[in-house]
């Protein structure tokens, strides 16, 4: 199996990330309503919700792993591949191609190391999980905000 670098597999990638940061408002919600009566500051739901934002962050990391395994480890070189081919197509003058060619070459050796690439990977969702914790933690604190619903 090979990877194939288009808007399909950034799209599935990009949603994977979005369900798994929606946990971060569910949990901050639910640790509100239930554990706290229903009310939470702003310091205690960042908290939970950065806390949550890290396991999702550390799964989509783990996930990121096992499909580069999965796929003998091919979507850097098919990323570079059509990365040069992009800007061959563009008409970029080939000393410039050239160049961004032993950039990208340079950088897929140094993907190829897993601490660089689970950094690399981290870095794609971590800011995001630490604004929906912020954003959760913002909006959470406000107990009229999608209040509990009472048990009959």
Known sequence: MGAE??????FVGYS???????????????YR???????????????????IAAVASLFYVIGWEIYM???DYSFMRAYVDSSIAAKQAAGV???EVAKFAAE??????????PLFRMVITLTEIA???????ILSAALLRKSSFMPAKANN
């Open 93 to 95: 003058p080939a000393a």
């Open 5 to 10: 670098i288009d808007d399909h597999n950034v």
């Open 104 to 113: 990208m070459k340079a950088f897929e050796a140094q993907y190829a190391d």
């Open 16 to 30: 994977i990330m979005l369900v798994a940061l929606s946990m971060v408002f569910v949990g901050v919600k639910k």
């Open 69 to 71: 395994y999965a796929t």
């Open 33 to 51: 309503d239930t554990v706290l009566g229903g009310v939470i500051r702003f310091w205690p739901a960042a908290g939970v919700g950065l806390g």
């Open 127 to 133: 800011p995001v999980g630490l604004l929906v914790a």
